[in-house]
């Protein structure tokens, strides 16, 4: 790739998600020429992602030149070549791209899934690659920060490296894992693996259509708010009142990433994308409950214990929480901490300024999911 104001073609995967939304309209926004791969209705899933584009901050807000620079093709990553017959394999080679993206991935953290996840988050990253590899291209790779599996949970540095780890948490850590050794060992061509940490709204409008890690807790509490007079009682949630809740929101992610992405020096490393300074989970917890109008009480899993003076109901709703965020409840309650010095050399820390300058971030962003 040559600099940020040079048009180039990216082939994206994922480009349907979240944080894929807000990648594909950054780049089309910059001047770029964006082809997303996906499955299913993608006529009507192109224009979901216009409509929510709505919703997006002025910084990612198209006009018509720039949609018009949108393709869409047909497939499958974790199918051979990509889902597509030879005769559109061999037509998609002959494009040429000077990027791919992966931004795709199996979200699903039960041990009976990690086949499905190895199929699309390792098996597809290795077509994805070796597409790069045939077309010569920029291979540019989303991972996730919480790489470090349980071996790095007690807050020892995670470095901006590949880890070979002893444990892993889920189906999803794992296969994370093992796509960035796949990235590492088979890239003929120049490469970068983006470790977002836990992406959450627009910094701006608050606007997210996700539904993992911080709204998992956003939606208990407004469930419980909903389904019971729950005003003056006290909603347990177990924590590592020591863990910091490394959020991003999607806006600053994709700015970062993209600004990294064009730089040519920053080829082969890995960067972590995730606040140099992040609020505690106690913090947020608490904050998040102050919003919701709930009484928050964050309990340190490992050493705290909760009031001895509960009554029945709150005892009842706080093995209700327990029970509700099991799936995220190793992220919360371990202590991760990230080191981002390639992310400050190559992305600097203007995104994270304006963000944090940001008013009512945090009530913007409950009420615009809830």
């Not at 780890?165 to 794992?174: G, H, Q």
Request: net charge neutral.
């Amino acid at each position: 790739m040559n600099n940020e104001n040079t048009p180039q073609k990216h082939l994206v995967a994922g480009g349907f998600g979240f944080f894929g939304q807000y990648l594909t309209w950054l780049l089309l926004r910059k001047g770029h020429h964006v082809t997303l791969i996906g499955r299913g209705d993608l006529e009507k899933r192109v224009e979901t992602l216009f409509t929510d584009n709505k919703k997006a901050n002025d910084g990612f807000l198209l006009n018509e030149i720039e949609m018009s620079n949108l393709s869409i093709i047909q497939g499958d990553i974790g199918k051979v070549n990509l889902g597509l017959s030879d005769t559109d394999f061999a037509e998609l080679v002959k494009r040429r791209y000077d990027a791919i993206w992966n931004s795709a991935a199996h979200m699903r953290y039960e041990p009976e899934h990690l086949p499905e996840s190895r199929t699309i988050n390792v098996e597809g990253t290795r077509r994805l690659v070796n597409l790069a590899n045939k077309l010569n291209s920029v291979y540019n790779h989303i991972s996730t920060a919480f790489i470090g599996g349980k071996d790095h949970a007690d807050g020892s540095l995670i470095a901006e490296q590949i880890y070979k780890v002893s444990e892993y948490y889920n189906s999803y850590d794992r296969t994370k894992s093992e796509a960035e050794e796949v990235v590492k060992s088979t890239s003929l061509v120049p490469y970068r693996i983006f470790r977002p940490s836990i992406i959450i709204g627009d910094s701006v409008t608050g606007f997210s259509n996700s539904n993992f890690g911080f709204y998992e807790y956003v939606q208990l509490l407004q469930a419980l708010k909903k389904r019971s007079d729950i005003s003056d009682m006290r909603v347990v949630v177990p924590c590592n009142e020591r863990g910091c809740f490394n959020i991003v929101p999607v806006d600053v992610c994709a700015n970062i990433i993209v600004k990294i992405a064009l730089q040519k020096k920053s080829a082969n490393r890995i960067f972590t994308i995730s606040d140099p300074a992040p609020m505690t989970y106690k913090d947020i917890l608490i904050k998040m409950g102050e919003i919701l109008g709930v009484n928050v009480v964050p309990v340190d899993s490992q050493f705290g214990t909760p009031p001895q003076d509960l009554q029945e109901k709150e005892r009842f709703i706080s093995k209700f929480v327990q029970r509700a965020t099991t799936r995220n409840s190793p992220f919360v309650q371990g202590n991760f901490k990230f080191s981002t010095d390639n992310s400050a050399d190559f992305g600097g820390d203007e995104y994270w300024v304006k963000w944090k300058s940001q008013p009512q971030y945090f009530k913007k962003l409950i009420d615009a999911f809830v």
